[in-house]
């Protein structure tokens, strides 16, 4: 009976690639769209997941993301150090400056100041020198991608040793580092806590974040309320903070929105071809069905072969859009920094296999109620 089935199945060339294309093209735009959308979240959250020395980041009660600064006072570094249980707590700028280049060009860059001494906060892939060069007076040092954008189709490493200036005072790139990119995608330029403040212009306030390390056996979540409690400003968690700065752009933006309905197209889309196309397979061959009713097969039996069908194109659908969204992330992402760090997940590979396996579903349910009702005296009709 199996046999018999799958020849039914590969004897319509046309429906037969037809079926696999349907599956296999819902499947390439469901898993590429929801990779893109997760990836894309999480840039802009990468900029509290580099910083994983740090248990807590304490900011102003208004801040609601990680783009959203409000400076504090220099003393909240203190209140902070002064908590119970606060191992150590180091001070981060982060901020927007121009800097232009040698050549005259101008760019807008994302200034993030780490501690002088502990350097918390700085990048950990260095492609071109070492932590250790942020110390040198004036000295910048700028990730990959965005020295890419600043000297468009040279080599970012080349650019070390040259000179540039930010806000008018004068600068070296130092190095060259490999840092996660952000959502918003300014080039990222590091500098040490007191070279940020004096590249940016005076103003009464500065301190932009207190990066904390919980003390051995003190949990950070702990410790974050007692800090919140103790000093009034907001103490989260890195993994809380990152979470925050994700749901604000879901809750905020039009992204969610516009992501959801090419995924919502893609599975009505793959569901109606495929259920079309099955359909019209399972009545063009309802004689071949009822020939093997008439020959003693059960309803059981018949809803097995077709069961088997949709199975075969199903799996051989879902694994060419797998594939092919694989490969497209593969290819894509090494060659386009704007899709730097976007791959196929396990999660939406696997939930992909959920979703083609209810267009699946929903297009053999109403293909066996035809089957279940045929009459196999059609055999004898003309």
């Not at 209140?79 to 760019?107: C, D």
Request: with cysteine; charged share 15%.
């Amino acid at each position: 009976m199996w046999e018999v089935a799958l020849k039914m199945l590969v004897g319509d060339r046309a429906k037969y690639f037809a079926l696999i294309f349907g599956i296999a093209f819902a499947t390439l735009l469901m898993s590429q769209q929801v990779s893109i959308f997760i990836s894309l979240m999480t840039r802009t959250a990468n900029q509290v997941l580099d910083v994983r020395e740090a248990d807590l980041w304490v900011m102003d009660p208004r801040v609601r993301y990680v783009d959203e600064v409000e400076p504090l006072p220099d003393s909240a570094l203190t209140q902070v150090r002064s908590v119970p249980g606060v191992k150590w707590a180091v001070p981060l700028y982060k901020g927007l400056a121009i800097l232009r280049t040698g050549e005259g060009v101008i760019n807008q860059v994302s200034l993030v100041g780490v501690d002088d001494e502990s350097l918390i906060g700085a990048p950990r892939e260095w492609l071109a020198g070492d932590p250790s060069v942020l110390r040198t007076p004036d000295s910048i040092v700028l990730d990959k991608e965005g020295a890419g954008l600043i000297w468009p189709g040279e080599n970012p490493l080349s650019k070390v040793g040259f000179l540039a200036e930010i806000n008018d005072r004068r600068v070296r790139v130092a190095g060259i580092v490999d840092a996660s990119p952000p959502f918003i995608t300014f080039p990222i330029a590091y500098v040490k806590y007191t070279d940020a403040l004096r590249l940016t212009p005076p103003t009464r306030r500065k301190l932009s974040f207190v990066l904390v390390r919980a003390a051995p056996g003190l949990s950070p979540e702990d410790l974050a309320r007692t800090i919140t409690a103790d000093t009034g400003l907001q103490a989260l968690t890195w993994s809380q903070f990152g979470w925050r700065s994700v749901l604000y752009y879901l809750t905020r933006t039009g992204i969610p929105v516009n992501f959801g309905i090419t995924v919502i197209l893609g599975f009505v889309v793959g569901a109606a071809i495929t259920a079309q196309t099955f359909y019209l397979f399972v009545i063009e061959n309802l004689r071949q069905f009822g020939a093997l009713k008439a020959i003693g097969a059960t309803n059981v039996q018949i809803a097995g072969m077709v069961m088997l069908q949709s199975a075969v194109v199903g799996a051989l659908g879902y694994a060419l859009g797998i594939g092919a969204c694989a490969m497209f992330f593969a290819l894509v992402g090494e060659n386009a920094a704007a899709l730097e760090g976007f791959y196929l997940r396990w999660q939406v590979i696997a939930g992909s296999a959920v979703v083609v396996t209810l267009i699946i579903l929903v297009s053999v349910i109403g293909s066996l109620q035809k089957v279940f009702r045929i009459d196999p005296a059609i055999v004898f009709r003309g």
